[in-house]
């Protein structure tokens, strides 16, 4: 385990959006207006690498795909499932992904156990089968902090970049070296306590790039529930769907220019103009 300088921040939960503040010259036309004005996602398939997703709940709607990853001959491999949840995480992350993108295609591949777990084989199918299928938005709300995992995600990781495949993920809740929110090639995610589900801000001081709404997130639950959940898992789908807005106004966007949209659109940057 490894434990960062205190500069380093994980989330922004002892501090305010203008703590922060950045300015950024240059960029007047990169607004929000222009990045995702009017977007609500259209045409842009989202995958969600979790416990699986609940279909029919009432703040979901229906999945245009339900997998999961099971163990075949001790080799793991990606079989269709059905529409299903086990513990209610995914659901939570599609909730809110469907919330800020309410007409992407959603999909699901099940990696979890019922009690919230899984291993880093699975995490390591499950995301390169993802990739593999060329959903342009992946939410990872998980990471793992075993380092032999490491290499194989991070090529992983790489490899959707190149294919402009957009993997956002959650850092981790606690000050703990894990993957792949840390790697350059995916789009990281740590929490605010801001009360307000559509501010994203950039961090200005690594490891994570953006915080968005991680404290007492509306969120849906299992059996068409609702609940409110806190985390770095719950913050992250804020920015995928946000990126599915992002991406169903301007199609053709490499990962890097989607990260420099969001940044340069992030509330603390556009402020500070």
Request: with cysteine.
């Amino acid at each position: 385990m490894t434990t960062p300088a205190a500069a380093l921040t994980w989330n922004l939960l002892d501090r305010r959006p203008q703590d922060i503040a950045i300015a950024a010259a240059g960029a007047e036309r990169i607004t929000p207006a222009w990045a995702f004005g009017g977007a609500d996602g259209a045409g842009v398939r989202v995958c969600l690498v979790d416990s699986g997703v609940e279909a029919g709940h009432p703040l979901i709607g229906g999945l245009a795909g339900s997998h999961a990853v099971v163990l075949r001959g001790g080799e793991a491999t990606v079989v269709p499932v059905p529409a299903e949840d086990i513990c209610g995480h995914g659901t939570a992350c599609a909730g809110i992904v469907r919330q800020v993108a309410p007409a992407c295609e959603l999909h699901s591949v099940r990696i979890l156990g019922g009690n919230g777990s899984g291993s880093g084989e699975a995490l390591l199918a499950g995301l390169g089968w993802a990739i593999d299928q060329g959903f342009d938005v992946i939410n990872l709300s998980l990471s793992t902090s075993r380092p032999q995992f490491s290499q194989g995600l991070r090529e992983l990781a790489d490899r959707a970049y190149f294919r402009r495949s957009v993997i956002v993920a959650s850092a981790h809740n606690a000050r703990v070296e894990s993957f792949p929110w840390r790697f350059s090639s995916v789009v990281s995610v740590g929490s605010h306590a801001e009360d307000d589900s559509s501010l994203v801000l950039y961090n200005p001081t690594p490891p994570v790039e953006f915080f968005a709404r991680g404290q007492a997130v509306p969120v849906a639950a299992l059996n068409g529930g609702s609940t409110r959940n806190t985390g770095n898992s719950f913050a992250a789908p804020h920015v995928a769907g946000l990126s599915a807005l992002i991406l169903s106004k301007h199609r053709d966007l490499t990962t890097f220019e989607l990260k420099t949209i969001l940044y340069l659109t992030a509330a603390n940057v556009r402020g500070a103009r």
